[in-house]
């Protein structure tokens, strides 16, 4: 055994330094070395030795701890949209394609169909996520779409096993087994959130009167864990439950520097998850069925981007969608588990569960290649004008009015502004507003409102009045919060449908809201009057 680990660790730091001079990532390193590892000391499959697999899994434990630790509970309210409707989207919409083609086209059996669909609905959390953490562009709109929908596939993960486990076992009762796991998801929220409410802060507050740093790391590690621990005993996955215990933490003032602390056993234990996901490469099964793997793979990538392309792109812009999709076109490290448990169940057959691990894993090594060029490919694939138009240089006016959605109300507004001589700038991320707003030479910005970029860009901290006009009811009151933090409320100008939204957006301290349905009684114009933005 420390033969085995001495020979890992200097395999996988030789071929670090090699692949850090020709900029790729760490995560490659850690893979090829597992596929040594596998064809030096014959082990060919890491899932099945399940000491291995559970310290391997860990890595992704601590990655969605630290995660957690980004996203408190308010924040994920926030997301619930990336979470609960486009997350569900994705996985019904990706699982159900892949079943149907599977079982009508190719002529594959019904059950195997069905698991494989599941097992390709996943993607990478572990892989995404470590190398969005390490860019920052976590707290990019497209590392938000991504993290929203990687969540809502963790938490299928868990109904997922609980299918495999039926379809294993002719006795199961499906009811029972859905009745056994809502119970539980029922305790696990439950005692974690009231742990979190009460006796977190306190907790950590004695902890940090010992002056023990390892005191308090160790803190860390047990509540890591022991979350992870619990809510694998309640038949849920370890990482959801680091994931909760994560977010719990963010509501207290302790969460910087848990994450500092954390971030070494989390870099380490993913270095060995990577190299187990390395040992399950099996050459002879990728040359045997070379072309099966090869077309399998790019059917999967080209599906997965479609699909995420399409459920991404009511809300979001162009290029953040291609971004997302480009994110999440691989398949994931619980597919690799799921497989796993169906091929020892005897649900999936040798030729397919070879087939599928061999994809998977290619899947995943292109991922951070992908990652890396996210932007050149989205050049490629998106038009470069309209890539100009969303980077647009910082505008060097002041006393401006913003305009904010360039729909009927907004160029109304605008029309107003030109007619008084007023200066303004428009920002819309429909393709088609936006080019007949070019055609007609408005001085419009191709971007999504709430984007930090795009508001700093059009210098949003300078304007004079910022005119929220956007249909969304959602999207507004994410907007309107966002542009707290750049401007005085009481510049804010807010336009709803009804007055049912009113007091929401009253709620974040915007005074000046003005309902559509009552505008035939005023001019247009007199929301820009000096008179109307001073009062």
Same mark, same amino acid.
Do not use: W
């Given at each position: 055994m420390l033969t085995f680990i001495v020979f890992a660790l200097f395999t996988s730091l030789v071929l670090n330094i090699i692949l850090k001079k020709v900029q790729l990532p760490t995560i490659i390193g850690y893979i090829i070395t597992g596929t040594v590892i596998a064809y030096v000391f014959g082990i060919h499959s890491a899932v099945n030795n399940h000491d291995l697999q559970e310290v391997a899994e +860990?890595?992704?434990?601590? &990655?969605?701890?630290?995660?957690? &630790?980004?996203?408190? /509970? #308010?924040?994920?309210?926030?997301?619930?949209?990336?979470?609960? =409707?486009?997350?569900? &989207?994705?996985?019904?919409?990706?699982?159900?394609?892949?079943? &149907?083609?599977?079982?009508?086209?190719?002529?594959?059996?019904?059950?195997? #169909?069905?698991?494989?669909?599941?097992?390709?609905?996943?993607?990478?959390?572990?892989?995404?996520? @470590?190398?969005?953490?390490?860019?920052?562009?976590?707290? @990019?709109?497209?590392?938000?779409?991504?993290?929203?929908?990687?969540?809502?596939?963790?938490?299928?993960?868990?109904?997922?096993?609980l299918v495999i486990g039926f379809l294993s076992s002719s006795n199961s009762d499906i009811g029972s087994l859905l009745i056994r796991m809502l119970i539980s998801a029922v305790v696990l929220l439950t005692l974690l959130w009231l742990i979190g409410k009460y006796l977190l802060e306190p907790f950590f507050d004695e902890i940090i009167k010992t002056n023990s740093d390892e005191l308090f790391v %160790?803190?860390?590690?047990?509540?890591? /864990?022991?979350?992870?621990?619990?809510?694998?005993?309640? %038949?849920? #996955?370890?990482?959801? %439950?680091?994931?909760?215990?994560?977010?719990?933490?963010?509501?207290?003032?302790?969460?910087?520097?848990?994450?500092?602390?954390?971030?070494?056993?989390?870099?380490?234990? =993913?270095?060995? +998850?990577?190299?187990?996901?390395?040992?399950?490469?099996?050459f002879d099964i990728i040359f045997e069925y070379i072309h099966i793997v090869v077309m399998l793979l790019a059917a999967i990538m080209v599906l997965k981007f479609l699909i995420v392309f399409a459920v991404t792109s009511f809300s979001e812009s162009k290029r953040v969608s291609i971004k997302t999709a480009l994110s999440l076109v691989q398949v994931g490290e619980f597919s690799l588990a799921l497989l796993e448990l169906a091929r020892s169940s005897g649900l999936v057959g040798p030729p397919y569960g070879q087939v599928m691990i061999a994809t998977i894993v290619l899947s995943m090594i292109l991922t951070p290649i992908i990652l890396k060029n996210l932007s050149m490919i989205t050049d490629f694939i998106a038009r470069k004008d309209e890539e100009k138009e969303f980077h647009v240089e910082s505008m060097n006016v002041k006393d401006h009015t913003v305009i904010l959605g360039f729909g009927e109300f907004g160029r109304n507004i605008a029309k107003s502004l030109r007619d008084s001589g007023q200066i303004y700038v428009a920002v819309d991320n429909n393709?088609?507003?936006?080019?007949?707003?070019?055609?007609?030479?408005?001085?419009?910005?191709?971007?999504?409102?709430?984007? @930090?970029?795009?508001?700093?860009?059009?210098? $949003?901290?300078?304007?004079?009045?910022?005119?929220?006009?956007?249909?969304?009811?959602?999207?507004?009151?994410?907007?309107?919060?966002?542009?707290?933090?750049?401007?005085?409320?009481?510049?804010? $100008?807010?336009?709803?449908?009804?007055?049912?939204? @009113?007091?929401?957006?009253?709620?974040?301290?915007?005074?000046?809201?003005?309902?559509?349905?009552?505008?035939?009684?005023?001019?247009?114009?007199?929301?820009?009057?000096?008179?109307?933005?001073? #009062?």
């Open positions: +860990f890595g992704v434990v601590f &990655l969605m701890f630290t995660i957690g &630790l980004e996203f408190s /509970i #308010s924040h994920l309210k926030k997301m619930k949209n990336e979470v609960f =409707l486009t997350g569900s &989207l994705q996985i019904v919409l990706t699982a159900l394609t892949v079943y &149907l083609l599977a079982y009508y086209l190719f002529g594959i059996e019904q059950q195997i #169909s069905f698991i494989l669909s599941l097992a390709i609905a996943l993607s990478s959390t572990a892989i995404v996520l @470590k190398t969005f953490n390490e860019t920052g562009e976590i707290n @990019k709109r497209y590392g938000q779409r991504s993290l929203g929908i990687l969540i809502m596939q963790d938490i299928a993960v868990i109904p997922i096993l %160790g803190t860390i590690l047990f509540l890591a /864990i022991g979350a992870s621990y619990f809510a694998h005993v309640l %038949g849920f #996955s370890y990482s959801l %439950g680091a994931f909760i215990a994560g977010t719990l933490i963010a509501e207290t003032k302790y969460k910087h520097q848990a994450e500092a602390d954390l971030i070494p056993f989390r870099d380490l234990l =993913l270095g060995v +998850f990577f190299i187990t996901v390395g040992m399950q490469i099996r393709i088609e507003t936006y080019q007949r707003a070019r055609k007609d030479k408005e001085p419009i910005v191709f971007g999504n409102a709430t984007s @930090k970029e795009i508001l700093k860009s059009i210098n $949003i901290s300078h304007a004079k009045n910022i005119i929220v006009a956007i249909d969304n009811p959602k999207k507004l009151y994410n907007v309107c919060e966002i542009l707290k933090r750049y401007v005085d409320t009481h510049k804010i $100008i807010v336009k709803i449908h009804t007055s049912a939204g @009113k007091e929401a957006i009253r709620e974040l301290g915007i005074k000046k809201i003005v309902i559509e349905n009552e505008l035939a009684s005023n001019s247009v114009s007199e929301l820009i009057m000096p008179s109307f933005a001073n #009062s």
